[in-house]
């Protein structure tokens, strides 16, 4: 009979310590959730770092358009069920192209716009040839403007949404190819993920 | 002896279980990617893309409805693109819906169906109430509920005496319990 006290007893401190432990860790993961939460797309809007490097892109490349863009839902966390919107937060561009930044906000994007996005990530880019793409909102949108190629570069995610750069032009046959223009575009999308990194660790 | 180590090893056994289920509940409440939400997106489009390539259905869609609104109105989330039809996600939060459709709609269990006339749906643009565009009748699935909303899929036929062969119901069935799974990951955060 004292034996199975003891057994009880010990097992009682055992399970109690195991939950303190759990308490612990579950608290230290709330904790970094928290932290994670307070990020939101805001924080990444007003600064020239990210509107100096498109713009050295646009003047040292043959990119004539270059468009930093943000997928959110209506404000909050993009989550199934919900419709996503993209908007452009800085724009670098040139000759034949103009501002889009006005009219580009808040446009619902369409199941291929969403296909496009999903083929983005840290080490993958999309590489679109305007007429091989299929009829979608975003295909009207460089049919528009008479862009031919275009390519986007993953830059990272907050709570609330998903940031990405393009860099479009309107010449045939030019996909950035050259050696200058690759290294440039690589440097920049390194550098922009570098800032948007660094914001949110800030933040 | 026997017993009280048996005890032991099940409360244990128990308070492991409880911390592992806590932990994998708190990672991942919340904290999905939105990469990965993009994907899942893209997913769900895929899937009901491929229902209208592949079957005689003539446009997939999947709605939402609200729980906690005054108003019998429903939102079009996700719809197949290139089927010829008005896109109805523009129309979002304006689709109406009779009570007798509201009724069949919120007495369906996960995975079930029913069918619906379509025909008796409108939409409101400014002051008006217009028919939806060609689709005649539907067979809605539920698929999926949270706290706010009851999800469902549509599968919108554009002739009222057109109905699906045994292949395709077998097809259609097979995708929707993919995009029921896709829902399921995502159930916290609905």
């Given at each position: ?12 401190v ?19 959730k ?15 770092d990210?509107q ?11 990119a ?14 993009p ?6 919107y ?13 501002s ?7 446009i ?28 979608g ?66 933040d | ?22 932990y ?11 990469l ?11 899937l009901?893309?491929?229902?209208v ?10 709605w ?39 009724d069949?709609?919120k ?6 169906e ?77």
């Open positions: 009979m004292a034996d199975i006290f003891d057994n009880l007893l010990t097992g009682g055992g399970a109690a310590l195991v939950v303190l432990l759990g308490n612990i860790i579950l608290w230290y993961l709330a904790n970094i928290s932290e994670q939460t307070g990020l939101t797309s805001n924080n990444f809007e007003g600064v020239s990210f100096e490097t498109i713009d050295r892109v646009i003047n040292g490349t043959g004539q358009r270059g468009l930093m863009m943000k997928t959110e839902n209506g404000g909050g966390k989550r199934l069920g919900t419709h996503l993209a908007s452009v937060l800085y724009e670098g561009y040139k000759h034949p192209l103009n889009v930044k006005n009219d580009y906000q808040r619902l994007v369409d199941d291929i716009y969403v296909k496009m996005l999903s083929d983005i990530g840290p080490t993958t880019s999309n590489k679109l040839i305007v007429s091989r793409m299929k009829d909102i975003l295909k009207k949108i460089y049919q528009r403007e008479g862009i031919i190629y275009s390519e986007v570069h993953y830059i990272g995610e907050t709570e609330d949404a998903f940031f990405y750069i393009s860099f479009s032009t309107t010449n045939n046959d030019d996909k950035f190819d050259e050696p200058n223009d690759r290294v440039e575009i690589e440097i920049a999308v390194s550098k922009i993920r570098r800032l948007f990194e660094e914001m949110k660790h800030d | 002896m026997m017993t009280s180590s048996l005890l032991l090893i099940l409360i244990f056994g128990l308070v492991i279980t409880n911390l592992l289920l806590c994998i509940r708190t990672s991942r409440s919340g904290n999905t990617p939105i990965n939400c993009v994907k899942d997106i893209a997913l769900i489009y895929d009901i893309n491929n229902i390539d592949k079957t005689s259905v003539d446009k997939v869609s999947v939402k409805l609200p729980h906690n609104v005054d108003l019998p109105y429903m939102d079009v989330v996700y719809e197949t693109s290139g089927d010829g039809t008005e896109k109805l996600v523009v129309k979002r939060g304006e689709i109406l819906l009779d009570d007798t459709i509201i069949k709609l007495g369906l269990t996960i995975g079930e029913t069918e619906i006339i379509t025909d008796k749906l409108y939409y409101s643009e400014k002051g008006d109430k217009l028919k939806l565009d060609k689709i005649k009748w539907s067979k809605m699935r539920k698929i999926a509920e949270s706290d706010t909303a009851l999800y469902f899929t549509g599968l919108h036929f554009f002739e009222y005496d057109k109905r699906m062969t045994k292949g395709d119901k077998i097809r259609t069935t097979k995708t929707i319990k993919k995009i029921i799974s896709v829902f399921e990951k995502h159930r916290e955060d609905l």
